[in-house]
């Protein structure tokens, strides 16, 4: 199945079993082909972070049991790079039967959406993708704030260079935009992970 193709949100939910409570968690954020286009249209660490992003999708699915997966994705207006149904705003990892994806239209991706059915509270969260700056920081902060325990992969999620407008418009590189990002939401509670934690990620701690 292409990502295309893919199932609208709310038959994945109805095919879906959600009375089995998630002890663990992959929430693919945001990961589209407008994102990862070559640079200045893509983020500039996309040739690291999506196959990176990769890699963790295919340890999930292998996982035994397999984390609860969900692909979260941006439902852009008409005109930007991921206006719904165009090739920018499809997913770059197709879902696989049984996966959810969730249409977002904000940067907290539990706003206005079904997430907060799919994640119960008490589930374990293990997040990548875009933007850090952006949905990443809000959505990690909206799951802390449901109680959730919040993991962001360094490595597995990335953003744009950022004009600081209020500088005379000098630029912080996207790598510096990162790990601030990262600052700020382990001091908010999220564990950090790296790529080598990959062996052990998808299982108990």
């Known amino acids: 199945m292409s990502s295309a193709e893919t199932t609208p949100e709310s038959s ?3 095919e879906t079993n959600l009375n089995d409570d998630p002890k663990r ?19 500039p660490a996309g040739a690291t972070v999506g196959p990176n992003i990769a ?3 295919a340890r999930a699915r ?14 852009g207006d008409a005109g930007e790079p991921d206006e719904t149904g165009t090739p920018g705003w499809e997913l770059v990892n197709a879902p696989l039967p049984g996966e959810f994806v969730v249409d977002k239209r ?15 509270p008490t589930a374990e969260i293990i997040m990548v993708g875009m933007q850090s700056d952006f949905c990443i920081r809000a959505t990690c902060s909206a799951a802390l704030s449901r ?35 990262e600052g700020e939401l382990e001091e908010a509670g999220v564990i950090m992970l790296e790529m080598k934690d990959l062996p052990g990620m998808f299982t108990d701690r």
């Open 12 to 14: 994945i939910l109805a």
């Open 25 to 43: 968690v992959l929430m693919v954020l945001d990961v589209q082909h407008n994102m990862l286009r070559d640079p200045p249209a893509g983020i």
């Open 55 to 57: 890699t963790i999708l």
């Open 62 to 75: 292998a996982a035994v049991p397999p984390p609860r997966i969900v692909h979260v994705r941006n439902a």
């Open 106 to 120: 904000k940067n907290n991706a539990f706003v206005g959406t079904e997430l907060g059915q799919i994640i119960p």
């Open 147 to 181: 109680g959730n325990e919040v993991l962001l992969v360094r490595g597995a999620h990335a953003t744009y260079d950022r004009v600081e407008y209020h500088n005379h418009g000098l630029i912080t590189s996207a790598l510096e935009v990162e790990k601030e990002i």
